[in-house]
């Protein structure tokens, strides 16, 4: 009995944790890009990675690629979508400089989601929730596992520029942002500069955000609003800091949703409309309990819900009432992530 007893009650030391989970992420992330030797370009990825090809071939000047990038932003934010910033991107794919620059892509991807994941859970967990580095970065290592070994597609979560660069990289750029967000509420005693960069950051990240797949930048969106009104509602004056940066990840969504080439996409696409991110799921889906809901009568409910508030539990349940305001935005943007179109 006293082997078993040590057994139970043995336990490594949280440093020894974390190299272990460590070494077996790393063991399954180097077969991943083993393979990437083998990685070509494909789709979109010569759609936009034509001009700026033939500017390399033409000059051999980053400058004169970058200019021709910023025109193929500039043309398909008129005539397809408003994508800006994740356009710019695609249009500076790897193999614009040679195909066996292609390679380079799963680095790409993989390092962007592993460091906004890392960064993520150092900021949430350590930073703000007050947990040790070695527990942050542990469950960064087993979130990172997760989302590399249960992706339903590797090729476009990875591999594919365009689609990788589009979702992966901006997802990686979203975890970037949150981790802002709980350093700015955990710096309450920090010095002004220090603040006043984290306010940077966000504003930066918010414009270039903003401007990605409209599943991250709605979803920042509601989120930070939600953390806004959170923050308002328990009087805690760290919500002015976020003001600023909502404003701008807003203006951003703006532009991505305001563009003229979104009606011309809209028009090629008639059998869908989104004229509301949230309206689509509304109108052509069944809501949560599985029964079809008439459109009119989801717009009502909501409405109520934002205007009237919801009925206080009994405060044996320990849940706040006023906190369930915060179920109608959430479900509008569970729904809307099921557009067909939403992209």
């Not at 936009?48 to 934010?77: M, N």
């Not at 195909?99 to 930073?127: D, E, H, I, Q, R």
């Amino acid at each position: 009995m006293r082997p078993l007893k040590r057994i139970i009650h043995f336990r490594l030391p949280e440093k020894a944790v974390f190299w272990l989970v460590l070494a077996a992420v790393v063991l399954m992330l180097v077969p991943m890009l083993l393979v990437a030797r083998y990685n070509v370009p494909c789709a979109d990825d010569y759609h936009f990675g034509a001009p700026t090809h033939a500017a390399w071939q033409a000059t051999h000047s980053l400058a004169a690629v970058v200019k021709a990038a910023g025109e193929k932003v500039a043309e398909r934010y008129a005539n397809w979508q408003g994508t800006y910033s994740a356009m710019f991107l695609m249009a500076l794919q790897p193999a614009v400089f040679g195909n066996g620059f292609y390679a380079l892509v799963p680095f790409l991807t993989l390092g962007m989601l592993a460091a906004g994941t890392c960064f993520f859970c150092l900021s949430l967990f350590a930073k703000l929730l007050g947990a040790s580095r070695w527990q942050a970065l542990v469950l960064a290592l087993v979130w990172l596992d997760i989302d590399t070994q249960l992706l339903p597609s590797a090729v476009q979560g990875f591999y594919w520029y365009n689609g990788a660069i589009f979702y992966t990289f901006f997802f990686g750029v979203q975890l970037f942002y949150f981790g802002l967000v709980a350093r700015c509420l955990a710096a309450q005693h920090a010095p002004r500069g220090r603040s006043a960069a984290c306010v940077a950051g966000l504003c930066v990240l918010g414009l270039f955000l903003g401007g990605g797949n409209l599943v991250t930048a709605f979803g920042t969106l509601l989120i930070l609003a939600c953390v806004l009104y959170l923050l308002a509602l328990c009087k805690n004056r760290r919500w002015r800091v976020l003001v600023l940066p909502f404003l701008c990840l807003a203006a951003g969504f703006a532009i991505n949703v305001c563009a003229p080439g979104n009606r011309v996409r809209q028009a090629a696409a008639r059998r869908f409309s989104h004229r509301l991110p949230c309206g689509g799921p509304f109108r052509r889906r069944q809501c949560s309990f599985g029964s079809p809901v008439p459109c009119w009568w989801c717009w009502r409910w909501c409405f109520w819900r934002l205007c009237c508030g919801t009925p206080r539990p009994p405060r044996a349940s320990g849940f706040a009432g006023r906190f369930c305001f915060l179920c109608s935005p959430l479900a509008c943007m569970r729904r809307s992530f099921a557009q067909p179109g939403m992209r």
